[in-house]
């Protein structure tokens, strides 16, 4: 006999048609007065009707029926559906739904963050550029402030930045603050829990180039977190030694960040024809360094820091 058959012997047509009901999900909550109208036992007692504190109307709690029966009673009663009950919760929902965005927010950055730890270790920024804040920052020309000012800037409307995709193009001549306001980018961030790497380029290479026979993690992998990492900062480009390998890997990474509508920040010492030059292989086609180029610059702010050498008294500052 089949357990249709069973349950067709055992259990009144009507019950089993109520029973089906159920599971589909159909006129299974009800409250305790339309259960008791219905005829539907429940197995504990519903709890207190409340009143609207807006308008005193009673509210009563719902009950989600199961083979037959009020199997239990949500916590809350039913909302209140009074102009200024209405609006409550309105503000309530919305503010619920925001610190569940935020809460889920945090949850991507930690797990972001020990995948970069895991697999890269800290941010990567040395010990000697730790320092290097924006309080620390020499202003005392009109180009150091307004190239600190638009830097600060970006660290501090981070969000909207990034939610546009939008990174900053530093170029300039060497000794000049590239380094400097980069890693007070990334020291901010950092402090408020946003995940960033800061590498120089020839230091992410090697990182991907140490994966190949690395257990911890797969190329595959650490290039995934380069591509994934809320904030890329690449530091010195065009000062790695340039291979094919080199030129489709910067490819891979930056195409994938633009795509995505991910940020990078460069930092480098070239003009843009020059840089192109370092990052193409000898005889090499440069169509992908120059796409490269392109698209860092048509979606950042560029920046251009070109004057005397200050290395000296910004440690002296320090």
Known sequence: MSRLTQINEAQPTGEISSHREDLRGRNNVVTPKQAAERGIPWTREPPEDKKCKFCGRTLEHEGLVFAGRVITWRADPRRCTCERAQAYWAR???????RKETEAEEQRRAALQQRVDRLLGRSGIKKRFQ???????ITDTPGRKKNYEIAKEYADNFIDHREKGEGLYIEGTNGTGKTHLAAAIALQLISQGIPVICKTSNDL????????????????????????VDLLIIDDLGKERCSEWSMSTLYSIL??????????????NYNTDDLVEELTPKGADNTKIVAIVSRL??????????????????ETQE
């Open 92 to 98: 309530h929902d919305k503010l619920e739904a925001e």
């Open 131 to 137: 320092r290097r804040t924006f309080p620390n920052f």
């Open 255 to 268: 195409n994938d960040r633009y795509e995505d509508m991910k940020p990078t920040i460069v930092t480098t």
């Open 297 to 314: 610059k048509e979606t950042s702010t560029v920046m251009s820091m070109v004057w005397e050498d200050i290395r000296g008294r910004e």
């Open 205 to 228: 290479l090697l990182d991907i180039r140490k994966s190949f026979d690395d257990e911890g993690g797969s190329e595959a992998q650490v290039l995934g977190i380069y591509k994934a």
